[in-house]
């Protein structure tokens, strides 16, 4: 223990845990893509679905309309869809290369962990 203003007792601060992050599914074949519907864009042959617990559905939610902000900027070519339930952060890929999906991922969940520290530092007023 710290001592604090005039002798007294401060308690250690914890720093709060970051949410675990499940991966639920990997990269799909080609004949999933073939069997999407025929179009002008390229098929999406790599697909990827992650669900991350949060700790309540008001985080979920809140993360989910943050990140729904900013559009794919090759959408023929990469699409994302963030999807709040309950308490669970779900977040769908869909990619035509595996590149792309890990470009998409990494830059999504770099935006995750800024929402996720804002919501920790600054907590919703009840």
Known sequence: MELGAAGSHVAPTRRPRSPVINVSSAATTKEMAASAPASNSTPMEHQLTITIP?????????????????????PHFLRHTLHAEGATLTIHYEASSVKLLRTSVNGVFEQLVSVVRTMIAFPALE
């Open 54 to 74: 949060m700790p309540s559905p008001h985080h979920a939610s809140v993360a989910a309309q943050v990140l729904s902000v900013d559009k794919e900027l090759k």
